[in-house]
């Protein structure tokens, strides 16, 4: 463990330069003194310090059932061209395949290492490398992603993305029967008689037990690759490759540099430091994309059947050497197969290794219908647990949040290797995260960022919005460079990673934060899924910057979503294509929820399936713009943010209009009142600056864990005023400074100095001064609420200082109820109404009699609140929804007739929020007289048959294709019926095939309706 060493002894060499400069500012913190001790001390004992041998160090993870996802004849592990060409060849047979590849495509071999050429003279007879290549001598990631996805679909072989195999299943006879996957849903099993394992170190024959050549020390050749740009860091590339693209006006070519580097113990820890170096060396000034990974054969390749098989150099190998010794049920398809390492590179190109991978499928699929059914399946025993204290924890639920699978496979207590021990380990490198690390390694703790992506920034770089839209910009966020005419996303993403590592922070990329390691309630470790497997790292605090509570959730914290059973409401998600030096491509077309494997995969796979050819790459981060958000020691909510609310904590202050892409969750947003412009504009809920206190960033119930970007604590209705990149920036880097004060004061997050951090960020311009003499204003003084309570409905006052009004009422209710009674009671007209509808959200029924009278005299729907170019769905409610809301909220039965009569109007011509408003208030009187009319209403043409049960193409355009607001409207009066009673076993059953629905939102609501039944 960290604390088990004087943290000086972790300050990296590089940060020492840069301790120095920021100095001045630790010196009001921690006292210069000390600080200045600390570096000289640091300094001597660098000289001495040796990292700890991790091989030897495990954790504790108690005996659990692992939940199985699939049962097939063939798993194939990795989603190479080998692997496709193997699975297709061995579907061919008539066997059941299942494909589990760790990328967000397929490919990888090709288009992670940017490999996309043909070498002189080489020439095609694979069907997949034909169709690849095309007659010509350079493909695009886009063509090779969507041809082996396609071949896989063709073929009936199942597949999986964005999974890391952690484990492998043995029968009762000791023998191979499946492997255990982690990824963005937990950890599941899939059961297999054979296995074929592609990845590139044979991670999966390396949990068989299969033997392997000792690992060389000292350096390795690998490739790296880059797109474009100019050489900078001196070193040249040993070729160059037409690309045949063009981006901003200029011919691109590849670059690909060979490069010695010193690869350590082949442990994955120093792989990602030889990564990292070659991407130091190899940066090119206004390069257009580089590598995900480096090309290199490894040096251990695991020993085959025979080696005495009388092969002769450049024909065919037999399959022996791609079978582990004395694992028969094994097969070996990568650069760790038992071939010459000389040889390794000629059958790794993309014609040979395709044919390869045919004979291999050939053979496991005729080895597989030998084979028996694995019986007694369980995961095989690791080594013996040590006794710590804590416990590893995880979700194992299935593929999705609402999994319940019925069979599960029992893996015993064990130990977990741990891969390393730091100060501070940030999971997710994304906008927040980022700038988290760069604030912790800044402070001079030992910093560790892991991301799944090939680079860093999240949603800035590669998720391609790469210039910010509202914000605050000031402080720290100033720093952070945005993409323009002169800086693409390259040069952003290289920003982070040297920003980081000039501090002393270390980066492992391409690898997944999957669970935690818990003692009590303090977290004290995370577990990470790497291509080289599982493993955990030691941490004194880890900052959970997933955007979505992955970690903290699976520590066991309580979390929301925008999918839960109470609501259904979601932002809407993208999926942009990625043009070389693409640097801002906003898209909105999709609902994905990204803790659902199933529908992260039918996002990627059905984008893919209609993207153009003449694209030259996809999105591998997907736009995801509201997430699961953990519940933490303060829930940020809208009425919160527009009532002004300041916090003794406050830890940012952020800024920006109400960027909702989509309806709010809150009924009270029909109460919002509006102005000729504000109904016309884009984001017509108010927006403005709100404060995030550091409770929000504590999950609540545990320690040792900050939760930070989109995954804060914060109520959804929130989120648009908080995620702009400006301010997420400023949050990350507040986090991460938080940390390190966590760890050099020995203290958890939760008992940090939170005045000292505030005073550094005023200091330095992220907050303004006044945060420090700040405290809770909430509840406001009586005369406040009483105050508010009349200027909401006075005509005379600003939308601004009405709205405000709003927020001061619902977020005090119980003060407010009496002299909104009696405003009630002596106003007339609109005035009234106002009053009554405000009362009527509360409850209070003697409003019942106004409301019914004000609804009846319309006879008509109001216009939509326009909500920009948005989406239909995402409407706000409108005046005529706030009657009906109103009188949902007073749960009266003699609301009824009225709001019968109006649903009897509605159709799929009538604007969503109107459907909405009148299921919401239906389902709260929830009396079965509402049944057979919103039976009726289902039952009109155009209403019913929105569910999507498999995989679809999906296109941005044209906007109907959207395919969002139908299943929304059909979701929400079903569940509305079934809240009343149901009638005839309607709305039951259309929830029961929204369970079955691929898309995760609908799914996880529909799930949850009926969970909670009616
Ligand atoms: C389509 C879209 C348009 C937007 N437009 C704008 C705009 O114009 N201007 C603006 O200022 N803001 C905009 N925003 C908002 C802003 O970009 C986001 O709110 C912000 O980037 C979110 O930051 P984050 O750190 O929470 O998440 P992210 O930036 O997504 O970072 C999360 C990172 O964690 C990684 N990760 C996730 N899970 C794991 C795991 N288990 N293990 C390892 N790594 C993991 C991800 O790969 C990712 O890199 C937009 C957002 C979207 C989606």
Request: charged share 20%; net charge neutral.
């Amino acid at each position: 463990m960290s604390g088990a060493l004087p943290n000086t002894m972790k300050i990296p060499v590089n940060s020492y330069h840069f301790q120095q400069s920021v100095g001045h500012f630790l010196g009001t913190i921690w006292g210069k003194r000390r600080f200045e001790m600390r570096c000289v001390l640091a300094c001597l004992l660098l000289t001495v310090f040796v990292h700890p041998a991790f091989g030897a160090e495990s954790v504790h993870q108690s005996s659990r059932q692992i939940p199985v996802v699939h049962k097939v004849d063939i798993v194939v592990v990795g989603g190479t061209l080998g692997a496709v060409a193997a699975a297709t060849e061995a579907a061919k047979e008539g066997v059941r395949v299942l494909l589990v590849g760790s990328r967000p495509y397929l490919g990888e071999d090709i288009c992670a290492t940017m490999r996309l050429w043909l070498d002189e003279g080489e020439t095609l007879h694979g069907e997949l490398t034909r169709q690849i290549f095309s007659d010509k001598q350079i493909t695009t990631p886009i063509h090779v992603k969507q041809t082996l996805e396609a071949a896989l679909l063709d073929a009936g072989v199942g597949f999986l993305l964005g999974c890391y195999p952690t484990d492998i299943l043995v029968d009762d006879g000791g023998d191979p029967a499946g492997i255990v996957i982690a990824n963005r849903a937990g950890r599941q099993a899939v059961i297999g008689k054979i296995i074929i394992d592609t990845t590139d170190r044979a991670v999966i024959a390396g949990l068989a037990g299969a033997k392997r050549q000792p690992w060389g020390s000292g350096n390795g050749r690998c490739n790296r690759v880059v797109l474009g740009g100019k050489v900078t860091r001196g070193l040249f590339p040993t070729r160059e490759i037409p690309a045949v693209i063009r981006a901003e006006g200029q011919e691109l070519f590849y670059y690909e540099y060979a490069l010695d580097l010193n690869l350590g113990d082949g442990s994955f820890a120093a792989l990602a430091e030889a990564e990292q170096k070659a991407r130091d060396i190899t940066y090119r000034d206004g390069q257009f994309r580089s590598a995900e990974k480096l090309f290199s054969i490894p040096s251990d390749s695991i020993i085959g059947e025979t080696v005495s098989d009388g092969w002769r150099i450049g024909t065919q190998p037999p399959l022996q050497r791609f079978r582990a010794e004395g694992c028969s049920r094994l097969y070996v398809l990568s650069g760790s197969a038992d071939i010459p390492r000389d040889q390794m590179q000629a059958c790794l190109r993309p014609d040979r290794l395709e044919r390869i991978g045919r004979m291999v499928g050939r053979a496991a699929a005729q080895q597989a219908q030998k084979t028996g059914v694995p019986v007694n399946v369980s995961v095989k025993a690791g080594s013996a647990p040590p006794a710590s204290n804590g416990d590893v924890r995880e979700v194992l639920r299935g593929l999705r949040p609402t999994g319940h699978e019925t069979k599960a496979v029992s893996s015993s207590a064990c130990g977990v290797p741990v891969l390393a021990d730091v100060d501070v380990a940030v999971i997710g490198g994304g906008t927040s995260g980022a700038c988290a690390a760069i604030g912790a390694a800044r402070y001079g703790v030992d910093v560790l960022v892991v991301e799944y992506q090939e680079g860093l920034g999240g949603v800035g770089t590669m998720g391609l919005i790469g210039r910010p839209y509202h914000g605050r910009l000031r402080g720290f966020t100033r720093e952070v460079p945005f993409c323009d005419k002169e800086h693409n996303t390259e040069y952003k993403m290289e920003w982070y990673r040297t920003e980081i590592r000039n501090a002393g922070g270390k980066i492992w990329l391409g690898a997944l934060g999957c669970g935690a390691f818990v003692d009590g309630n303090v977290v004290k470790g995370v577990l990470v899924a790497t291509p080289m497997g599982r493993g955990a790292i030691l941490v004194d605090v880890v900052i959970d910057a997933t955007g979505n509570a992955d970690i903290a959730v699976a520590a066991g914290a309580d979390s929301m979503f925008g999918g839960d059973e109470t609501d259904i409401a979601l932002q809407g998600t993208g999926l942009p294509m990625r043009s070389p030096g693409a640097t801002y491509v906003n898209t909105d077309y999709l609902l994905v929820d990204e803790s659902d494997v199933l529908d992260v995969w039918r996002a990627f796979v059905g984008v893919r399936m209609t993207s153009s050819a003449a694209s030259y790459d996809m999105g591998t981060l997907i736009q995801n713009r509201e997430r699961r958000r953990v519940v933490g020691d303060q829930v940020l909510s809208y009425v919160d943010q527009i009532a002004g609310r300041t916090y003794p904590d406050s830890i940012v202050l952020s800024g920006s209009d109400y960027d909702s892409h989509c309806y709010p969750s809150e009924s009270y947003f029909a109460l919002i009142p509006h102005t000729q412009q504000t109904r016309k504009a884009n984001h017509p809920a108010p927006g403005g600056t709100c404060y995030t206190p550091y409770r929000c960033l504590l999950p609540r119930g545990l320690d040792g864990i900050l939760v930070i970007g989109l995954g804060m604590s914060m109520h959804r209705d929130a989120t648009a005023m908080i995620r702009m990149q400006l301010d997420m920036h400023n949050q990350g880097y507040a986090a991460g400074v938080a940390a390190a004060m966590a760890v050099r004061d020995e203290r958890t997050p939760r008992r940090i100095d939170v005045k000292a951090l505030q005073k550094h960020l005023v200091q330095i311009g992220n907050l303004p001064e006044d945060v420090l003499t700040h405290r809770d204003s909430f509840p406001l003084p009586d005369r406040l609420v009483h105050a508010a309570v009349r200027e909401y409905s006075n005509q005379t006052q600003s939308r601004a200082a009405r709205c405000k009004a709003l927020s001061i009422i619902l977020s005090h209710a119980d003060k407010a109820r009496s002299p909104l009674k009696t405003a009630f009671t002596s106003a007339t007209g609109e005035v009234k109404i106002a009053y009554a509808k405000l009362l009527g959200f509360m409850g209070e029924r003697e409003v019942v009699p106004t409301l019914i009278a004000k609804l009846k005299e319309i006879d008509q729907w109001d216009a939509k609140i326009y909500q920009g170019s948005m989406a239909e769905y995402a409407h706000l409610p409108t005046p005529v929804d706030a009657l009906i809301l109103a009188l949902g909220g007073t749960r009266d039965r003699r609301a009824l007739p009225v709001l019968l009569e109006k649903l009897d109007t509605l159709n799929p011509n009538v604007t969503l929020s109107h459907h909405r408003s009148l299921a919401l208030a239906l389902e709260q009187i929830a009396d079965p007289t509402a049944a057979e009319p919103l039976a009726r209403l289902l039952n009109k043409p155009g209403m019913r048959g929105h569910v999507m049960l498999g995989l679809e193409p999906l296109t941005n355009h044209p906007q109907k294709k959207r395919r969002r607001l139908e299943p929304l409207r059909e979701i929400v009066l079903a569940r509305a019926l079934y809240r009343c009673g149901d009638w005839q076993g309607l709305g039951e059953g259309i929830l029961q095939e929204y369970r079955q629905d691929i898309r995760g939102l609908f799914a996880r609501h529909a799930s949850g309706v009926l969970s909670a039944g009616n």
